[in-house]
């Protein structure tokens, strides 16, 4: 059990820190080719890499490619148990401008709509978020309204360095070796591209989940499809049967994908076809979708399905030439996670001692620990407390960034007796 003090320093300890983090612009861009994507994001990088030398981490890294690592040393006599990692992103995803996001915080939440300050369009209700009306009298923090909020996932690195502060205050609070890592672009789905794995435990637990009390460890099966058309351009009024309009036969290829199997019509565990992207000239045009589901085959009737119309559009339109190229983007790492069960079981104790109701969750998408668990080191996810990611109306009880500091705290706890 935690005292009181130790609660309310978790409480302020990690608001402040959160409150910092998010107004410090770290949105990544996905068309760059640079690493990290954007430049911005070493501001952050820098801030921590401070603030955990501050707080008596050793080997504190801040490199080239923007990850942030460091060592926290052991409780006296405990420096052989089994060290763990924890894993939050430095980034912001680029649907949404995250620039001079200025948080605000709506005391004693009352179950009504909250209204944003720079943004009178829209309005944050229980339509929206229906967990909203479990956190009544609770504290919500926004941003204005006119950027993200930047919860997803500054709350994960708030809540990491406010255990941090933590265990250097409160030395009653035992744990084992622990890594800390930051990571750059994990929107863009570069999170581990240029991770050093050697600096890395066995062991990893990312912050980066949502409601309060939710533990994941499996996550979609993800691939990417890039489609090109060639065709033919011929003057309008002299085309009959000459013509191959490239973005025209994109778009009745496209049209030909089940609208049921979209992201807007699909939830829980039922798979989708994404068209993340669409160009294209009478000669070319060019899509990119992308496919994902928890079941491995189910991709691949995808897939073939995708192989097939290519096959039969080339027949229709004579002279059209489809290319089709799959990519496999992360894997679902329930069957990484499987043989280490134990690293889901401590989470779920550690959730538990925190006094939370634990809701196990498959994630719509994926984290660095999707591609970590494919790397060899089980990594489940643990929730940071945010809600509607990606959105103006981004929102998180201030309650959320103690509980998950509490969870981090019991669970380096357990760990020193596994
Ligand atoms: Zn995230």
Request: proline fraction near 4%; aromatic fraction near 8%.
């Amino acid at each position: 059990m935690l005292s009181e003090e130790i609660k309310d320093f978790l409480l302020e300890e990690s608001v402040n820190r959160f409150l910092r983090y998010v107004q410090v612009w770290t949105t990544s861009d996905e068309l760059s080719q640079s690493n990290p994507s954007t430049e911005n994001q070493f501001e952050l990088g820098k801030i921590l890499a401070a603030e955990l030398k501050e707080l008596n981490l050793d080997n504190v890294i801040h490199d080239d490619y923007g990850y942030v690592y460091a060592d926290l040393p052991a409780s006296s006599g405990l420096e052989n148990v089994r060290r763990i990692g924890l894993i939050a992103h430095i980034d912001t995803s680029p649907a949404v401008s995250g620039k001079n996001a200025k948080p605000v915080i709506h005391k004693n939440y009352n179950g009504g709509t909250i209204e944003f300050a720079s943004n009178k369009d829209i309005k944050l209700t229980v339509e929206d978020s229906p967990i909203l009306k479990d956190y009544i009298g609770l504290d919500i923090i926004t941003s204005e309204g006119d950027t993200l909020l930047g919860a997803d996932d500054k709350a994960g690195i708030a809540e990491i360095v406010t255990a941090c502060a933590t265990w250097q205050k409160f030395s009653e609070l035992i744990h084992g070796p622990i890594t800390i890592c930051f990571t750059p672009d994990e929107e863009v789905g570069k999170g581990t591209l240029n991770i050093d794995k050697q600096r890395l435990p066995e062991i990893c637990y990312t912050m980066d989940g949502s409601k309060m009390g939710e533990l994941e460890f499996e996550c979609f099966d993800a691939w990417k499809a890039t489609i090109t058309f060639t065709g033919l351009s011929v003057h309008p009024g002299y085309a009959k049967n000459l013509l191959i309009n490239a973005t025209h036969v994109a778009s009745r290829f496209l049209s030909e994908i089940p609208e049921y199997e979209s992201p807007e019509h699909t939830e829980e565990r039922e798979g989708f076809y994404f068209v993340s992207r669409l160009e294209g000239t009478v000669e070319g045009a060019n899509t990119i979708l992308i496919i994902r589901d928890y079941i491995e085959d189910n991709n691949k009737k995808r897939m073939e399905f995708l192989q097939k119309l290519k096959d039969l559009y080339e027949l229709r339109y004579p002279g059209l030439k489809i290319d089709l190229q799959f990519e496999h983007q992360y894997r679902n790492m329930l069957r990484f996670i499987e043989n280490d069960k134990y690293v889901v079981d401590l989470a779920e104790k550690a959730i538990e001692m925190a006094g939370l109701e634990v809701k196990f969750h498959s994630i719509r998408g994926g984290t660095d620990g999707s591609r970590l668990s494919e790397m060899g080191i089980p990594t489940p996810n643990i929730f940071s407390g945010g809600l509607l990611f990606h959105s103006r109306k981004e929102h998180i009880p201030t309650l959320a960034l103690q509980k998950a500091s509490e969870v981090l705290l019991h669970l380096a706890q357990l760990w020193t007796s596994a």
